[in-house]
């Protein structure tokens, strides 16, 4: 049994267990490779463990994520709801160093933002706002369909991520 498979069929909570994939990741860049490859096998709450604890890991090094994002932004894509928002959310983590490549998750969260899940629009509202703070061509671009979102978008919270956003860039504008 190798580490991932040993840490998810452990007796741990979940969050532990998303945890001790994180600060594997972060001791190990190779663990990652091993992550993405066991991810398609493994069970669906499996999935939503494993790309949480990319999620984790995103948040302090982004740099070890980077050279996965076609595999975060392919997953964009998932049936499963959390894989999306986490999906998401790796991709808002990654965008103030590496702006120039998260822009090509554009489409799929454009996609993701007509989304029934609440979660999964929320976190792509958040994602969507990092990439046009941190992007001035893709501000361009998205400025407007934010706005289209918004007039759309039916949750408070879901919106005031949106308006958030607009307002920073406003406010860098003056």
Same mark, same amino acid.
């Given at each position: 049994?190798?580490?991932?498979?040993?840490?998810?069929?452990?007796?741990?909570?979940?969050?532990?267990?998303?945890?001790?994939?994180?600060?594997?990741?972060?001791?190990?860049?190779?663990?990652?490779?091993?992550?993405?490859?066991y991810?398609?096998?493994?069970?669906?709450?499996?999935?939503?463990? *494993?790309?949480?604890?990319?999620?984790?890991?995103?948040?302090?090094?982004?740099?070890? /994520?980077?050279?996965?994002?076609?595999?975060?932004?392919?997953?964009?894509?998932?049936?499963?709801?959390?894989?999306?928002?986490?999906?998401?959310?790796?991709?808002?983590?990654?965008?103030?160093?590496?702006?120039?490549?998260?822009?090509?998750?554009?489409?799929?969260?454009?996609?993701?933002?007509?989304?029934?899940?609440?979660?999964?629009?929320?976190s792509?509202?958040?994602?969507?706002?990092?990439?046009?703070?941190?992007?001035?061509?893709?501000?361009?671009?998205? *400025?407007?369909?934010?706005?289209? *979102? /918004?007039?759309?978008?039916?949750?408070?919270?879901?919106?005031?991520?949106?308006?958030?956003?607009?307002?920073?860039?406003?406010?860098?504008?003056?």
């Amino acid at each position: 049994m190798g580490k991932i498979e040993e840490i998810l069929k452990s007796k741990h909570e979940p969050k532990e267990k998303i945890t001790l994939l994180a600060k594997e990741i972060k001791k190990d860049k190779k663990f990652i490779g091993e992550i993405v490859g066991y991810f398609e096998s493994a069970p669906a709450g499996d999935q939503g463990h *494993l790309i949480e604890s990319l999620e984790y890991a995103s948040q302090d090094n982004p740099e070890i /994520i980077a050279p996965h994002l076609d595999f975060v932004i392919c997953h964009l894509e998932d049936k499963a709801p959390r894989v999306k928002w986490e999906c998401a959310r790796i991709i808002a983590n990654l965008t103030l160093k590496f702006s120039d490549k998260t822009v090509k998750a554009i489409p799929a969260l454009l996609k993701n933002a007509k989304d029934k899940g609440t979660v999964v629009r929320w976190s792509v509202a958040f994602a969507l706002g990092e990439i046009a703070k941190s992007n001035s061509n893709a501000e361009r671009i998205l *400025l407007p369909k934010m706005k289209e *979102l /918004i007039k759309k978008e039916t949750n408070n919270g879901v919106k005031n991520v949106y308006l958030k956003t607009l307002k920073f860039i406003e406010k860098k504008k003056k």
